[in-house]
């Protein structure tokens, strides 16, 4: 049964950006839409006239009108707004937004006094404007002309998004990596990128600790031969040697503000270089338009999220996530980013909640996996404690399916009126599948609906379309943000077979998901990773959902495995236990008894097994894929794409005793 956990209010559903546009494409086609239901029906339907629709809503400014919205519906291959130039950057900087454009704040240590700098400042759309005018400048000197890669190995400071924008106003193209990256993960990427310019962080700080880039940053004239300029960009707090070429302040020349132009591309011009996480080969580089981003992200953040002028936006990310990209186009809707770079759960676990707090956030974003490690922190966190949060309205989540628990835990402990939406896509379209709706109730452990203009679906074994079932996420008609392509693919194949291969014309994204008769949708996890005990497909998610009823499990990792000789596969569970416990038979039997009753006895794993962490990408994602080739023996090639690499060791030992088990 539907657990509703918020409902909004009448009048807030008057206010809100997804009414106003509803009710003027009402007005504009002479068609009323009774319900979100209808008016996405109608969206993909007819997702010609909806995008050129929301085009002309939102007021994209271009230079040069399409002649055509789209191509074609044949995935791949199709084109969005022929004809149409326009700048990104122009879309943020010539609108005269006023007041508070970026505010930053740096992790503080536990003493402050100790150590030198700034850990919260503010830039306002005026100053941002002349930056990035002047780092124009700087980036023309250089040599930079419309169509070279530049590329950024930074922490989530100011810097990196004016470095970004003076990019896209002249023209060129963005590629990003945090500097946690090391030498090897950031060559992977950039070798491909082959960038004439980076911008580089002299150091940062995580977890009470600075780390410096320096000795990186001293090899990438030998590993990147494309790079002729290296920018070092200062950290707020503390100092660092100059580890480039040239610092960041003589990069951006005399202080005067020179005039700020923005070169016109096409619609389709590559904006966004991203990779995949690669941790199953080389990260593949996914190249994203100027014109889809745009008008994809704007979407979001203004209908689905419900973000304008006077909003605030934090999502917790790094450089190297999607998200970043994703939260910067908040810009255009005259929002103010406020960018958080550091541990969230340092000093303590909620830090990233209090700093919410402060800032007076309207809009906070971060993972599913940080949400349920507040909830399952010891001692509990009483409600009300991490202050009034008197100007949060939407709390945003991704990266992580989050338990029905975890949804119940922000509306008992952060607020009771707020809109908890989950968001659903990813770096391969810049974007989201499935995600918020203001109008729309929560409901505990569901995304609430589908994107407007997204035509998804989910598919059962046979390829039917089904409802109230899980299936395969399906994307059936093109979205504007789908990648132009990926770098050094010339034919296109490497694309085709990642996304349309296993259903000829349909981009198969590799979730596993449910669509509820009531629009809403449960993530269950990557479908390559899906539990498959005698047959019966089971989402990783439902059983990690389970374990949230457990305070004594901190996080989880499950996988299918395939004893020798047979050809069912068994499940392995390997959890990461609090306050010091070490697994026995009474916590086993702990486990086994929950899963059963909030599953069913087919969840029960075969195996458990006790681990030090669970093994996660840099963005935070369980590498469940890793976990399930070292129990069958394969080599995980890619160490580089994983946050804690070193973990793996304890499923080689776990191995070896599933061996000997079946000796």
Not at 10 to 33: H, P, Q, S
Not at 627 to 632: D, E, G, Q, T, Y
């Amino acid at each position: 049964m539907e657990e509703i956990l918020w409902r909004p209010s009448e009048e807030f559903v008057k206010t809100t950006r997804m009414t106003a546009f509803t009710e003027w494409l009402g007005r504009k086609i002479g068609r009323i839409f009774p319900d979100y239901s209808s008016l996405h029906q109608w969206s993909i339907e007819n997702i010609e006239a909806f995008w050129e629709s929301y085009l002309e809503f939102t007021g994209v400014r271009y230079s040069k009108p399409h002649y055509q919205v789209l191509n074609t519906h044949k995935m791949p291959g199709a084109r969005w707004f022929s004809g149409m130039e326009l700048n990104f950057a122009e879309n943020i900087l010539a609108r005269d937004f006023q007041g508070p454009a970026i505010v930053y704040y740096i992790e503080k240590p536990l003493d402050a006094s100790k150590i030198k700098g700034s850990y919260s400042g503010e830039y306002s759309y005026s100053e941002l404007r002349t930056l990035v005018a002047r780092c124009a400048r700087g980036l023309r000197k250089a040599g930079i002309k419309p169509g070279d890669r530049v590329a950024g190995y930074v922490a989530n400071v100011p810097e990196a998004i004016i470095a970004c924008l003076a990019c896209a106003s002249i023209g060129a193209s963005w590629s990003s990596a945090s500097p946690d990256f090391g030498l090897e993960a950031l060559c992977d990427r950039f070798k491909q990128v082959e960038p004439k310019l980076i911008f580089v962080s002299t150091h940062y700080r995580y977890g009470g600790k600075t780390y410096y880039t320096g000795k990186i940053v001293r090899e990438l004239p030998h590993r990147l031969p494309s790079v002729q300029t290296i920018v070092s960009i200062p950290y707020p707090v503390e100092e660092a040697p100059l580890s480039g070429d040239i610092t960041w302040e003589e990069f951006l020349g005399p202080a005067d503000a020179p005039e700020l132009t923005f070169t016109q591309v096409p619609f389709d011009h590559p904006l966004y270089i991203l990779f995949s996480s690669g941790t199953t080969g080389a990260p593949k580089c996914i190249v994203h338009g100027t014109g889809g981003t745009l008008l994809q992200h704007r979407k979001e953040l203004e209908l689905h999220s419900n973000i304008g002028p006077g909003d605030s936006l934090l999502y917790f990310t790094t450089c190297g996530w999607m998200m970043w990209n994703w939260q910067l186009s908040a810009l255009s809707l005259g929002a103010r980013l406020c960018l958080y770079d550091g541990n969230p759960a340092y000093p303590e676990p909620v830090t990233l909640w209090r700093v919410a707090d402060q800032l007076g956030v309207t809009h906070l974003g971060t993972s599913g996996r940080y949400i349920e490690s507040c909830m399952k922190s010891q001692p509990p966190i009483e409600p009300g404690s991490l202050g009034e949060m008197s100007s949060l309205r939407t709390v945003l989540y991704t990266g992580s399916p989050l338990s029905p628990n975890g949804f119940r835990w922000v509306y008992q402990v952060v607020k009771k009126e707020v809109h908890l939406a989950g968001i659903c896509g990813g770096t391969d379209i810049i974007s989201c599948f499935i995600l918020g709706n203001p109008n729309l109730p929560v409901i505990a452990g569901e995304i609430q609906c589908k994107g407007l203009g997204v035509d998804v679906v989910a598919l059962n074994e046979k390829g039917e379309v089904v409802v109230g079932e899980p299936g395969e996420l399906v994307c059936r008609k093109p979205l504007p943000s789908m990648p132009l392509g990926f770098l050094n693919d010339p034919d296109g194949q490497r694309y085709y077979k990642a996304y349309f291969d296993f259903y000829a014309g349909l981009w198969r994204h590799g979730d596993y998901v449910q669509f509820m008769p009531s629009g809403g949708v449960i993530v269950y996890g990557r479908s390559d990773a899906t539990l498959n005990p005698g047959g019966v497909r089971i989402g990783s998610a439902e059983i990690y959902s389970a374990l949230d009823h457990l305070d004594f499990i901190k996080g989880s990792v499950v996988v299918g495995w395939k004893p020798p000789n047979q050809s069912d596969e068994v499940m392995v569970l390997c959890v990461v236990l609090s306050g010091g416990r070490t697994l026995n038979d009474s916590i086993e039997q702990e486990i086994r008894r929950t899963i059963r009753e909030k599953c069913s006895p087919r969840h029960v794993p075969h195996y458990i097994f006790q681990i030090s962490e669970v093994p996660i990408t840099r963005s935070g994602k369980t590498v469940e894929l890793s976990v399930k080739a070292i129990l069958a023996g394969k080599t995980v090639s890619n160490l580089t794409a994983l946050a804690n690499p070193q973990v793996l060791e304890e499923f080689e030992q776990i191995r070896q005793k599933l061996l000997t088990a079946h000796g």
